[in-house]
Each structure stands twice: as structure tokens, then as C-alpha cells.
């Protein structure tokens, strides 16, 4: 008898696609793949009853595309301010560099609560014409109410504590000892936080900046109530329902979905790969 | 030369300890987990500000509580710390983590001579993943190395790799700090790992450093008795009113010896095989002492006559000598009792 394993019983490396070997297993995929399309099962719909030549028409009427330029350049400059604004706090709160830890956690969760058509009546008393910080705009010659600026402060506010949650997890997920070894090895903390913490948190952080900005592209509550003018696409769709029917608003889903996804895709596909560059 | 003299509170207790550690000097901390080595060690390199104290290295105050109050900040103290996880950065290959604290230059000769000295020349380009414990761990002793280090600390540094890994790396340290003339500090739980890289054993128990000295005079000659029994005496036979006669298992002979030590006649109480030989459990005078032997003992119950070579001879009470002082007792206390 040989203990030295002849080539056709050595295992394929790790990175092989698991086989399907037993009933259970079988089981199992099919009931994942129920509950996937369960969960595409809007997508679907939509793919379905969607017609050319509707899609055509209605992408080819005039001003079609206004509220997609409108909604990415408001996404953008979301991002912009959630990435500079919200980073630095999420660092913190992963670090448990604030004191009372749990009432700025509680916080961020509160506002993760609030369902957006709420955050959008409450920002009318906020930032609406009416308030302090409405008549500190109103002195810039700014408005927060029906404006692009309003849209953006919506856009802003619906989409903040999910970016600061998934922030704050991937900044939790870099071993501080790290950080420490940088900072022995010479780097002040901040060169310390460029060098090592960001980029072990970018994938994580990407992840989190493409939710927001699903969200960001998404939004519709608050925006309803604020930032009626001008616009985006969730707006688009919902003033075609009201004024010609499911069928024309179909179309305008299709664009959100289209203009949504590929930065969520990117970065999960990024996050993956720099994964397995890391892991050699 | 590293000059640390501290207080640093715990939630337990107050480590206190003075340690002078010279140029080329290797000083291990020794003592059961949680003895406040680690801690020791953090206030060297800026982690942990202590409560009173001074740190001083090469002249440089980094760490002083009386006015002036200084506290120099870790990316200045130029002071390496090695732990039991490498801490290698895993987004970086091998070769940017060791020239990670130096100008990026593709011809850097002296990070060639390290590599090939620690053995890690062809893993260059090799991700930290990649890398068995063993490696990681010479990757991270050459970042340490071509960083600016002045004092080099060690924290239960090869904790999980395997007997022979840990003396060829620990050889290799041994090495490099007489190369590079600077002050190491390692902190052991395990006496071995201590005795195989320093020149000086401090024995730390609960935040009091109990006895500083050459590592095999702490086992010869233990201050006190709860030095004695956290470098392995198992047993104390009682000599007179308040002292006792250390026994230490692998410090006794087989027979009587009167002219080498002191002469013990015991009843065996159990007995199992050690390493080449045995061990046996012994009753005498009221108490348990635990001593090899080359050969099987009498069975059970049976009567042995063995020899403690040379035992120290202690106060019978708990740990004694001065809090945070440097005890030089041994000798005093260890007279011959044969």
C-alpha cells in the first residue's frame, strides 16, 4: 500500500468550483436559486413587459434624458459629500474615538430609521424658506426648496447612514495593531491612515459608496416633498404613472436600473479582486 | 543603553519596574501571563503612557512624568516592537512591507543583505498570505530591522511556531542585536525561550519586578520563593523553623550524595516517564517534591533515597524583596545546606 497520492486523486486548488455531489446539496442550490429569482422577480417583470418600441418612444421624446443627467450629477455630488463628510465619522466610530460611543451609534441608527417621505417633512422645517438656516440660504441667493440644491440635500440625507454603517464596518474590519505597527515604523497618524487603514478599508468603503449612491439614485420620499423640481428619475417615472400610465413609466425604470447598477457592480467586482490580489 | 524606570496602573494591580538594558545588551522579562511584561513593553514604545516614570534611550528622554513632562509619540521614538502576530500589512508584498519605513528605491542594496540574511530573498514579491508562520515573522523581523530602530522589543514573539523554528529564529535575533549594537528586550512566559536569547532574566510577577540577574543564577539561586517557583522548583522541604530547601525536579540524583547537595529519603507516592527518563513524586518530611530520575523509581509506595544538588535555601513564607527593586539577595539567600 502507498501513502503518496497518484496525480488523479490530488484535489484541485481551492479557487474550484465546488461540485454537486449529494441530494441534500442539489436540494440546497435549488432552494438558493428559488429565493434569487424570487428577489429578481421585479427585474424580471420589468425585463418582460418592456417593449422596443415603447422603450423607443419613450427615450426618444424630447427633454427624455434631462432627469438622468439630473440624478447623476445630484448622486455625484451626494457621494462627493457623504465620502469627505461621512468618512472621518465613521473612522471614529469604528475607533471608539468619541465619547459616549453608543449615542452617536444610536443616532446614526435613528436616522437610518426614518422613513424617507419623514426625513422629507422634517427637512421642510430645517431647511425650508421659512427656517434659520432657509433665510441663511436665502442671503446666498440659495434656495432648499424645489431646487437642485434641495434635491441633493434630500439625496444627501436619505442615503447618509447607510454609507456611515457600511463605513464604520469596513474601517472595524482593519486590525488596529496595524495602525500601531505603521505609526512604530514612523508614519504620523494620518500618513498611518493613508497608507495602511485606507486602502485595507477601500473595497469595504466602495461597497458602502455604491449603496449609498443605489440609494442616492433611488430616492423619492424626501425628494417628493422638497425637491419636486427638478426632476431625477424616480420622479420621472412617478409623474409618467400619474399622467400617462404604467406602460410609459416602464421605460424610465429600465434607465434607472441601468444608470444604478454599474457602479455597485464595479465595485463589488473590484472588492473581490483586490481580495484575491491580497491573498497572493 | 535603554533606561526605563515606570508605573503604570492596570486594573488589577500597578506594574512598577526599573530596567537598564545596555547597548547590545538582550534582557528578557519573565513571568506568567499577565504579569504586566506587556505592558512594560508598551510604555517603551509609546503605547501605554504610564502612570509615574521615565523612559530614556540613547540619551533621548522619550517618556517623563516629573516637569518637563515629555511623552516623544510612537513615529518618533524609533523604538521596534515585534509581537506574536507579524503584523505584516497584507495589501503590500513582501518587499514594501520591509522597506515600508524607507524611500522607495528598486536598488536597495541593504534590504537585499537583510532579505538574504533572514532567508526570505526569493518571497520578495510574494503577498503575506502567501507565507508560512515562520516566514512572516523573519518579514516581519527585517521591517523592523531596515526601519530606524534604536531598541528593539519583543513580545512573545514565536508563541505557536513549532521547537526548532523558534530557536533558529531566536538565534538569528541573537545575532542581529550584537550586529547592530542596540539594547532587545524580549518578554517570555516560557523560562526556555528566555534563558535561549537573553544575557540578563528579570522575573516580573504581578507588576513587581522580584529578581533581576544572569539566567542561569535565577534558577540557581531564586530571591524568593515565588521566584523559585516560577522558574520550575515544584517542591520545598522545610529546613528549620522558617526556611525551606528549594527542589527542582531536573536538579536531583538518584542516590545519596552528601558531598554535592542535600539527602532526601522519600515514599513514592506516583511515578511516570519523562523525556528519556522518569519523574517521581516523592513524600517527604509533609511534603510533595517532584524529581527525574534516569531510571524506573521503586514502585508505589516503596522508599527512595535522592540528592538535591545544591538547593537554594529560602524564607518558607510567599514572595518576598522590596517592591520594583532590583534584589541582588540571591546569593545571600541561596547558602549551601548540605
Redesign the interface.
Known amino acids: 500500500m502507498s501513502w503518496v497520492a497518484s496525480p488523479s486523486e490530488l484535489k484541485p486548488g481551492g479557487n474550484a468550483v465546488p461540485r454537486v455531489r449529494s441530494a441534500s446539496a442539489v436540494v440546497s442550490v435549488a432552494g438558493a436559486a428559488v429565493i434569487w429569482i424570487a428577489l429578481l422577480g421585479p427585474v424580471i417583470a420589468l425585463l418582460t413587459h418592456l417593449s422596443w418600441s415603447a422603450l423607443w418612444s419613450a427615450l426618444s421624446a424630447p427633454g427624455a434624458f434631462g432627469p438622468l443627467l439630473i440624478s447623476a450629477e445630484s448622486g455625484a455630488i451626494t457621494l462627493a459629500v457623504l465620502f469627505f463628510g461621512c468618512t472621518p465619522l465613521a473612522w471614529m466610530l469604528a475607533r471608539g474615538a468619541l465619547p459616549l460611543p453608543r449615542v452617536w451609534e444610536a443616532g446614526v441608527l435613528a436616522s437610518l430609521l426614518l422613513p424617507p417621505l419623514v426625513i422629507g417633512l422634517l427637512l421642510v422645517f430645517l431647511v425650508g424658506p421659512y427656517t434659520p438656516i432657509g433665510e441663511l440660504l436665502g442671503h446666498l441667493h440659495l434656495s432648499a426648496a424645489n431646487t437642485f440644491l434641495a434635491l441633493c440635500i434630500a439625496e444627501v440625507y436619505e442615503s447618509a447612514p447607510y454609507y456611515v454603517v457600511g463605513a464604520q464596518a469596513a474601517f472595524a474590519g482593519v486590525d488596529p495593531r496595524l495602525e500601531q505597527q505603521a505609526q512604530l515604523l514612523g508614519d504620523r497618524p494620518r500618513r498611518a491612515f493613508r497608507r495602511v487603514t485606507l486602502p485595507l478599508a477601500t473595497p469595504g468603503l466602495a461597497m458602502a459608496l455604491s449603496v449609498a449612491w443605489a440609494r442616492a439614485m433611488g430616492a423619492f420620499g424626501a425628494v417628493l416633498i422638497i425637491a419636486y423640481h427638478p426632476d431625477g428619475i424616480p420622479l420621472q417615472i412617478y409623474n409618467q404613472l400619474q399622467e400617462t400610465g404604467l406602460s410609459s413609466a416602464l421605460p424610465f425604470a429600465l434607465v434607472l436600473l441601468v444608470v444604478a447598477l454599474p457602479l455597485p457592480l464595479a465595485a463589488y467586482t473590484w472588492s473581490a479582486r483586490a481580495g484575491r490580489r491580497r491573498r497572493g | 543603553m535603554l533606561d526605563a524606570d515606570v508605573e503604570v496602573d492596570r486594573r488589577d494591580f500597578a506594574v512598577r519596574a526599573a530596567v537598564q538594558v545596555a547597548r547590545g545588551e538582550r534582557v528578557a522579562l519573565f513571568g506568567p501571563s499577565g504579569s504586566g511584561k506587556t505592558t512594560l513593553l508598551e510604555v517603551v514604545?509609546g503605547?501605554v503612557a504610564p502612570r509615574r516614570g521615565r523612559v530614556v534611550l540613547g540619551g533621548r528622554v522619550l517618556t517623563c512624568t516629573a516637569p518637563p513632562v515629555r511623552a516623544v509619540?510612537?513615529?518618533?521614538?524609533?523604538?521596534?516592537?515585534l509581537?506574536q502576530?507579524p503584523?505584516l500589512?497584507?495589501?503590500l508584498p513582501v518587499r514594501r512591507n520591509l522597506s515600508?519605513?524607507r524611500k522607495a528605491s528598486p536598488e536597495d542594496a541593504e534590504l537585499a543583505e537583510v532579505a538574504a540574511t533572514l532567508g526570505i530573498a526569493g518571497l520578495l514579491e510574494?503577498?503575506?498570505?502567501?507565507l508560512s508562520g515562520g516566514q512572516q515573522h523573519r518579514v516581519a523581523l527585517g521591517?523592523l530591522l531596515l526601519?530606524?530602530c534604536d531598541a528593539l522589543l519583543l513580545d512573545e514573539p514565536y508563541t505557536g511556531l513549532d521547537a526548532s523554528l523558534r530557536r533558529s529564529l531566536t538565534e538569528l535575533v541573537v545575532a542581529l542585536v550584537e550586529a547592530r549594537n542596540v539594547p532587545a528586550v524580549l518578554v517570555a512566559h516560557e523560562l526556555a525561550d528566555a534563558q535561549a536569547f537573553a544575557d540578563r532574566l528579570a522575573v516580573l510577577d504581578r507588576g513587581e519586578l522580584l529578581q533581576v540577574g544572569a539566567p542561569d543564577e535565577v534558577v540557581l539561586r531564586p530571591a524568593s520563593r515565588r521566584v523559585a517557583e516560577l522558574v520550575g522548583y515544584l517542591g520545598f522541604v522545610p529546613r528549620g523553623a522558617d526556611r525551606v530547601a528549594g527542589v527542582h525536579p531536573e536538579r536531583t540524583l538518584a542516590g545519596a550524595h552528601p558531598d554535592r547537595g542535600l539527602v532526601l529519603t522519600g515514599t513514592v507516592v506516583a511515578s511516570r516517564p519523562a523525556g528519556a527518563g522518569w519523574e517521581a513524586d516523592l513524600r517527604v518530611a509533609g511534603t510533595i517534591i517532584t524529581c527525574r530520575l534516569p531510571s524506573r523509581p521503586a514502585p508505589d509506595g516503596g522508599e527512595l533515597v535522592v540528592t538535591v544538588l545544591d538547593p537554594p535555601v529560602l524564607a518558607a513564607g510567599g514572595p518576598a524583596g522590596p517592591a520594583g527593586a532590583v534584589t541582588r539577595q540571591a546569593t545571600e539567600a541561596g547558602e549551601r545546606s548540605a
Open positions: 514604545a503605547l509619540p510612537p513615529w518618533q521614538r524609533r523604538v521596534g516592537l509581537r502576530d503584523g500589512f497584507p495589501h515600508y519605513a510574494a503577498m503575506p498570505a502567501r521591517r526601519a530606524p
